[in-house]
Nanobody, 121 residues
Framework: QVQLVESGGGLVQSGGSLRLSCAAS????????MGWYRQAPGKQRELVAS???????DYAESVKGRFSISRDNAKNMVYLQMNSLNPEDTAVYYC???????????????WGQGTLVTVSS
């Protein structure tokens, strides 16, 4: 089974930066689109950014120009560089693989356990 593990969350002051990492493991053959989602208290989970295997990216309007998503296919890693953070960015951030092929078969909708980002004002 493919597993995703996020890291890099923490407490940062408004205007600061953080870099989230997501490591995929599990005899991976290929992962299609990977993305970062977030869920703030009392709110629904929302897409923050996504990146295809070929490197095409998409961002939520609220993070455009501040966040940057990237991936290393050889290492099965995806990153989220977050700059100019503000308190509205406070949430649990989740890594997602929409479709993952491994030695165990095909999986859809693989999620990590999440990493908490807290931005203080």
């Amino acid at each position: 089974q493919v597993q995703l593990v996020e890291s890099g969350g923490g407490l940062v002051q408004s205007g600061g930066s953080l870099r989230l990492s997501c490591a995929a493991s599990g005899s991976i053959i290929v992962i299609n689109t990977m993305g970062w989602y977030r869920q703030a208290p009392g709110k629904q989970r929302e897409l923050v950014a996504s990146i295809t295997r070929g490197g095409s990216t998409d961002y939520a309007e609220s993070v455009k120009g501040r966040f940057s998503i990237s991936r290393d296919n050889a290492k099965n890693m995806v990153y989220l560089q977050m700059n100019s953070l503000n308190p509205e960015d406070t949430a649990v951030y989740y890594c997602n693989a929409d479709r993952a092929t491994s030695a165990y078969g095909l999986q859809f909708g693989v999620w990590g356990q999440g990493t908490l980002v807290t931005v203080s004002s």
